[in-house]
């Protein structure tokens, strides 16, 4: 390389920092957002008796209908913005707003505002109702009972989940460097094309060391809000005193002042984040772009009746493969994941993969035996942790470079990547779990093996099949998206249309792949209520 040449292992660490710092500027904007939109989208706040369908005064009967369309409204929005993926967001606001990496955060924003959303109204409406019955009964409102009661119960799970966000966030800020954002992503890119295979595995190591050390945090953070602090004596009963000395856990201070440093550097250093070198101005630009996300026929004709047989031809030509594809992929990546995922998820498990399982004595048994079982879960654990470590984009775009330009490198990559996540959630679930049934089992003679699928899996079946919708959904999403690789599902349309500048067509295929998202939002909805009533 030339003399003047940047090292590599200060590109790639300029290039970690950038992908961290976009994920921290899109946090900071999704946050505010999806607490504002979790709010509305939950009926918990609402006042006393609007609830109920019976016959009210007329002031309820609006009341209710106006937070109901409100309700709706919300909903509808936070899954719009969720089922588009932050890739096709990148390219839609980098046609209208221009290249600048503001623009790149904005839209890796919008989806994360729209899962915060999703997500902090469920936690939030799930919370225990005793504390805020309570605060209605002594006269409190809607709103006082919500913040008196079930938002400071729901805090500990709203934290936790929003850094598992947080590590979502670095792997999409580092993907998005696959269309020309300077993040890691871009330098693998550029490595593999290159054919600079050691490059390649030093950026993936980084990565993955990177997204790792937020897993740990998530975890450690996690551990402590569900654990009571270690209480402090003291003699002095003052209130200023006992302020000073309430339980707390230190490292939680440390991590959010860390954390507020982090946002407050990502927003303030580095290269100017607002910078535009068009030479058209961002209005005009924007109008142009609205102008032809009109049908081409109906810009000719000026009758939107022209619409109907260019968006049949178009379904017919191109769009009924492409969302066959799409579907066909997602559901065998999952089942795969759900495969291998319940072959192994038991043995990762703490109360399971122990010399002791669920913490019960049975004598003492061969130090040799307890390090097996210890390295046992350990090694599972930290099989998932790599498995969701490495964006399933990455993975997929490595994986067609190996196999070839065919469906299946897009299907392992997506069920290597839920089979992490899905590893983590089950595994949390079994431990988690009540486990009486699964010690008779063990006090009995019974063998691990016998104790999991008497005990443990028959009273969390539920929930593992919610994640499994849950995942399901977004696997539809994810494979929308891997299509950009050469594979003829909806994102290989939207990336070709993209390119060609052919924006309505472009804006055919993505409300296509929201169509086929929301349709298995509502199966997923509908699904989860059957079981929840079952």
Not at 118 to 133: L, N, Y
Not at 345 to 362: D, E, G, K, Q, T
Request: glycine share 8%.
């Amino acid at each position: 390389l030339p003399a003047d040449t940047t090292p590599f292992l200060s590109r790639i660490a300029s290039g970690m920092l950038t992908t961290v710092r976009y994920a921290f500027i899109a946090m900071s904007m999704a946050i505010p957002a999806g607490l504002i939109l979790g709010f509305l989208s939950s009926r918990s706040w609402w006042p006393v008796g609007l609830h109920a369908n019976s016959r009210k005064s007329k002031i309820d009967i609006v009341s209710r209908g106006l937070l109901g369309i409100i309700y709706l409204a919300t909903r509808f929005l936070i899954t719009f913005l969720r089922s588009i993926h932050e890739l096709i967001w990148v390219m839609l606001f980098l046609a209208i707003l221009g290249a600048s990496p503001l623009t790149a955060c904005i839209a890796l924003a919008l989806p994360f505002a729209g899962t915060l959303a999703k997500v902090f109204s469920g936690i939030i409406d799930e919370q225990p109702t005793e504390a805020s019955h309570q605060i209605r009964i002594a006269g409190g409102t809607g709103i006082q009972a919500f913040i008196g009661a079930r938002f400071p119960q729901a805090l500990p799970d709203l934290l936790t989940y929003t850094l598992y966000r947080l590590e979502c966030a670095v792997r999409s800020s580092a993907v998005l460097g696959f269309i020309g954002v300077e993040t890691i992503g871009l330098s693998i890119k550029q490595s593999y094309e290159n054919t600079y295979y050691n490059e390649v595995w030093t950026e993936l190591y980084l990565l993955i060391g990177v997204v790792m050390l937020f897993d740990i945090l998530g975890s450690v953070v996690r551990k402590r809000l569900h654990l009571p602090a270690p209480s402090k004596n003291t003699a002095d009963k003052s209130l200023l005193s006992l302020q000073r000395n309430r339980p707390q856990w230190k490292l939680l201070s440390i991590t959010w002042a860390a954390l507020g440093t982090c946002v407050i550097a990502a927003w303030s250093l580095g290269d100017e984040l607002n910078k535009y070198t068009s030479h058209l101005p961002r209005w005009e630009r924007a109008k142009i772009l609205f102008k032809n996300l009109t049908p081409e026929p109906v810009q000719a004709s000026n009758n939107w009746s022209d619409a109907k047989p260019w968006a049949m031809e178009l379904f017919e030509t191109s769009g009924s493969e492409a969302l066959g594809n799409t579907l066909v992929i997602a559901t065998a990546a999952l089942l795969l994941a759900v495969a291998f995922g319940y072959a192994l998820v038991p043995w990762a498990s703490r109360n399971i993969a122990s010399s002791h399982p669920y913490r019960l004595f049975m004598g003492k048994g061969s130090a040799l035996i307890a390090t097996l079982w210890s390295g046992l879960g350990f090694g599972l654990r930290f099989l998932f942790l790599l498995a969701r470590s490495i964006p399933e984009y990455i993975l997929a775009f490595l994986l067609i470079g190996l196999l070839g330009a065919h469906a299946w490198p897009l299907v392992i990559a997506l069920a290597i990547h839920n089979f992490g996540i899905l590893g983590r959630l089950w595994s949390e679930v079994s431990e988690n779990n009540d486990d009486q049934v699964a010690k008779q089992q063990i006090l009995a003679g019974g063998s691990r093996s016998q104790s999991y699928l008497c005990g443990v899996l028959p009273s969390s079946f539920n929930r593992q099949i919610l994640f499994i919708f849950y995942r399901w959904e977004t696997c539809v999403r994810e494979s929308t998206i891997l299509g950009m690789l050469s594979i003829s599902s909806i994102g290989y349309y939207i990336n070709i249309e993209w390119s060609f500048l052919r924006y309505d067509s472009m804006l055919f295929f993505i409300l296509l792949g929201t169509v086929i998202i929301f349709a298995s939002d509502l199966l997923s909805v509908a699904l989860r209520a059957k079981l929840k009533e079952s």
